[in-house]
């Protein structure tokens, strides 16, 4: 009975987090039909130069090139809680999908003080359980790669899971993380000081056609 509970809920996890991807993958091709190539959107208002909250800057980038191409999601909250990889002052938009729930994050390379990124960004940290808001919470239980993921969308190129230091994909130490069952660990260090646990399991479950391979390190 435990083995088949455990199977059971492997399969809503590969299901629900394939068809966020899905979503969010349709979302971002029609914003790139509308704007052009991401690398050169215009986030530049996330650097400082508009006034205001921070949660009102982001969700006006968020509404122009995101939202309004999103597909049978509706917004519950709009100045919802983002925690880690840091950027823990940040608040965003927060959506109530068929089955799982997203915040999204856009970030730019002009974002604050912690310049992260290169170019344009847009994080999305997918919820499957739908009653935990933040990135980052100690505890298996509300650990990323278990009951919420990590997408990260970036140069018209949408990852399932995190990208590494500066903004570039994957580096040779991810990739072993992701090819041999250590997904559970970060992938790096943000400019900021921060890294998060889990980035690189989506990635895992993905190369591997959407299924939970046998050597997850996390256990359901």
């Not at 509308?34 to 130069?49: K, Q, R």
Request: hydrophobic share 30%; with cysteine.
């Amino acid at each position: 009975m435990p083995t088949l509970i455990s199977n059971h809920k492997k399969r809503v996890v590969e299901t629900k987090l394939q068809k966020a991807y899905s979503i969010i993958s349709q979302a971002m091709k029609l914003s790139e039909s509308e704007h052009g190539d991401s690398d050169i959107w215009d986030f530049t208002i996330l650097g400082g130069a508009h006034p205001g909250p921070d949660h009102e800057i982001l969700n006006e980038i968020d509404n122009e090139y995101f939202s309004k191409y999103l597909k049978n999601c509706h917004i519950t909250k709009n100045n919802a809680g983002v925690y880690g990889s840091g950027v823990s002052r940040a608040r965003n938009q927060y959506y109530q999908c068929l089955g799982f729930d997203i915040i999204t994050l856009p970030l730019s390379n002009g974002d604050g003080s912690n310049k992260t990124y290169k170019v344009p960004t847009f994080l999305f940290m997918i919820y499957l359980n739908g009653n935990d808001r933040k990135m980052y919470t100690k505890g298996t239980h509300n650990s990323l790669g278990k009951n919420k993921f990590l997408f990260t969308y970036q140069s018209n190129q949408l990852y399932a899971g995190g990208v590494a230091v500066g903004g570039m994909p994957h580096g040779r130490l991810e990739e072993d993380k992701i090819r041999t069952g250590k997904c559970e660990q970060p992938i790096g260090t943000d400019t900021g000081g921060y890294s998060m646990r889990g980035e690189a399991c989506a990635t895992t479950i993905q190369r591997n056609g959407w299924k939970i391979p046998d050597d997850y390190p996390i256990k359901f």
